[in-house]
């Protein structure tokens, strides 16, 4: 597999980027790199990624960015399908609405949290952001949800908002969380390190995605017409949620994350 070699050098013209492609020489002032040779798979053509062979894999890793170097997202986005910028100090992912054909996404060991939102990225189909900092998953999910529509592989182990038994959560917790994510990406494969199952698909679905009054309502008690017309009580009303709601947790499935 051939492989472009780049070389970063010291620049003293402070903010100024410039990439000499016809001599692979990359000079970076911003973040300020060492004068070192990457490795050669830095940028590299990949074959795995796409039958006709002319995806293109960039590797930005390990290099102390704060975000990606315009310049970059220039000379790179137009061709690139596979990113590696994990292991850096990026809080802001705006830059990404340039790669319109990113299928492949690893931002482990940023921190980035919940407040860093993904731009529309339709073709990702694999996002990684493990070790981040992000310590909420709403409204993040939701947000995640509509810039990714197709993701189907999705890692946020590490991250607080992500409940484990490294982290001090409880299984029900760890439950409780894979089913709300699951239930927000229809097409999602693989959550963490584990797949996708069916049983966690319905479950998911039949907590998170049934309209509140659908699952309160027993069958045969009347249209919704019929009960939003009906004289009720607060009195009525709190009783069905509490019936409901000890119901629901009586009839949840241990089902295996």
Same mark, same amino acid.
């Given at each position: ?24 020489? =990359?000079?970076?002032? %911003?973040?300020?790199?060492?004068? *070192?040779? @990457?490795? +050669? &798979?830095?940028?590299?053509?990949? !074959? ?44 802001? =992912?705006?830059?990404? %609405?340039?790669?319109?054909?990113? *299928?492949? @996404?690893? +931002? &482990?060991?940023?921190?980035?949290? !919940? ?54 959560? *409880? ?87």
């Amino acid at each position: 597999m051939e492989c472009e070699k780049l070389k970063i050098n010291d620049n003293h013209d402070e903010g100024v980027i410039t990439v000499d492609v016809s001599n692979s020489i =990359l000079v970076d002032s %911003v973040t300020a790199m060492a004068q *070192t040779l @990457l490795p +050669a &798979d830095y940028i590299q053509s990949s !074959e795995d990624l796409n039958d006709d062979g002319d995806s293109t894999k960039l590797t930005l890793a390990y290099e102390r960015l704060y975000e990606l170097p315009r310049t970059i997202i220039e000379t790179f986005c137009d061709h690139i399908r596979y990113l590696d910028i994990s292991h850096n100090k990026i809080t802001n =992912l705006d830059g990404l %609405v340039h790669f319109k054909h990113l *299928t492949t @996404l690893i +931002a &482990d060991d940023n921190p980035i949290t !919940e407040h860093c939102l993904l731009p529309p990225m339709p073709n990702l189909q694999l996002l990684w952001l493990n070790r981040c900092k992000i310590s909420s998953l709403y409204p993040w999910v939701s947000k995640l949800k509509e810039s990714c529509q197709n993701l189907q592989y999705l890692s946020v182990m590490g991250n607080p908002a992500a409940p484990s038994y490294f982290n001090g959560g *409880t299984f029900y917790e760890m439950l409780q969380y894979r089913l709300f994510v699951i239930s927000q990406f229809p097409s999602l494969l693989h959550l963490d390190d584990r797949k996708v199952t069916e049983d966690q698909r319905e479950e998911a679905h039949r907590l998170y995605k049934r309209p509140l009054l659908e699952r309160i309502m027993k069958p045969g008690s009347g249209s919704l017409t019929q009960l939003m017309t009906s004289s009720v009580t607060w009195s009525s009303v709190h009783n069905k949620l509490s019936s409901f709601w000890n119901k629901e947790k009586g009839q949840r499935r241990n089902l295996l994350i």
